[in-house]
């Protein structure tokens, strides 16, 4: 298990001096999240799930020709971790909201907007959001849809997904392809799947670009804990 404060920084580019924006990863426990930013940061996919208390990645990466230097918070979704949880927001320029798409969580959409939004008004008015559905491929797996009929459920579809992106006014909308770009009217929402290394990337990108387009406040940019 990661120790508390552990920290990963992958630098592949070195010219020039970088902006720095941070990106505060939340959603509930075992969604999908640690996953994700092991992927995109490591190249990584652990088959064992190990619940994350807090991590921290460090992540260069080169948006629309500027060098961006993407401070990564994981974040654990348990409840017990509220209050720790809740000091990861100062100074955010994106948060990024996670649920399952899979039957394995099927709260964790409905958390989007019942705790997770709720949360991040209070300790960060105002923030962009990227909301990502993550395991989308067990929707396209045969034993998995089989078994979910014999018991007369169904994965998060990308719909259902989408209508919370609109009333949470989230940021960022890849669809399917993920190079699709959206009219002014479409609220965003972005899918991926860790395991087979799908859409992460653009996750991120897209996450980058929603930073670059925050504008600084009078006291510092992101938002501050009180």
Same mark, same amino acid.
């Given at each position: 298990?990661?120790? +508390? *404060?552990?920290? @990963?920084?992958?630098?592949? !580019?070195? &010219? =020039?001096?970088?902006? $720095?924006?941070?990106?505060?990863?939340?959603?509930?426990?075992? +969604? *999908?999240?640690? @996953?994700?930013?092991?992927? !995109?940061? &490591? =190249?990584?996919?652990? $088959?064992?799930?190990?619940?994350?208390?807090?991590?921290?990645?460090?992540?260069?990466?080169?948006?629309?020709?500027?060098?961006?230097?993407?401070?990564?918070?994981?974040?654990?979704?348990?409840?017990?971790?509220?209050?720790?949880?809740?000091?990861?927001?100062?100074?955010?320029?994106?948060?990024?909201?996670?649920?399952?798409?899979?039957?394995?969580?099927?709260?964790?959409?409905?958390?989007?907007?019942?705790?997770?939004?709720?949360?991040?008004?209070?300790?960060?008015?105002?923030?962009?959001?990227?909301?990502?559905?993550?395991?989308?491929?067990?929707?396209?797996?045969?034993?998995?849809?089989?078994?979910?009929?014999?018991?007369?459920?169904?994965?998060?579809?990308?719909?259902?997904?989408?209508?919370?992106?609109?009333?949470?006014?989230?940021?960022?909308?890849?669809?399917?392809?993920?190079?699709?770009?959206?009219?002014?009217?479409?609220?965003?929402?972005?899918?991926?799947?860790?395991?087979?290394?799908?859409?992460?990337?653009?996750?991120?990108?897209?996450?980058?670009?929603?930073?670059?387009?925050?504008?600084?406040?009078?006291?510092?940019?992101?938002?501050?804990?009180?």
């Amino acid at each position: 298990m990661p120790l +508390c *404060g552990n920290s @990963s920084r992958s630098t592949p !580019f070195s &010219r =020039g001096k970088p902006l $720095q924006r941070k990106v505060v990863v939340c959603g509930d426990g075992a +969604c *999908g999240k640690t @996953s994700l930013l092991n992927v !995109f940061t &490591r =190249g990584f996919f652990s $088959q064992v799930y190990e619940p994350t208390v807090f991590e921290n990645y460090v992540h260069d990466i080169f948006v629309d020709e500027q060098q961006v230097e993407l401070s990564l918070w994981d974040t654990a979704g348990q409840e017990e971790f509220d209050r720790l949880r809740s000091l990861s927001y100062a100074e955010t320029h994106v948060v990024m909201i996670c649920f399952s798409a899979w039957v394995d969580n099927p709260v964790s959409l409905e958390n989007v907007e019942s705790k997770w939004l709720d949360e991040i008004l209070e300790y960060c008015p105002g923030v962009k959001l990227v909301l990502v559905a993550l395991k989308c491929d067990l929707r396209d797996d045969s034993s998995v849809k089989d078994r979910l009929q014999r018991h007369g459920a169904h994965s998060v579809q990308y719909e259902e997904g989408l209508a919370v992106a609109r009333r949470i006014r989230a940021s960022r909308y890849l669809g399917t392809p993920p190079f699709f770009l959206p009219s002014p009217q479409l609220i965003p929402l972005s899918e991926c799947s860790s395991k087979h290394n799908r859409g992460v990337s653009e996750v991120f990108y897209e996450a980058a670009r929603v930073s670059l387009a925050t504008r600084p406040k009078a006291s510092g940019e992101g938002c501050t804990v009180m």
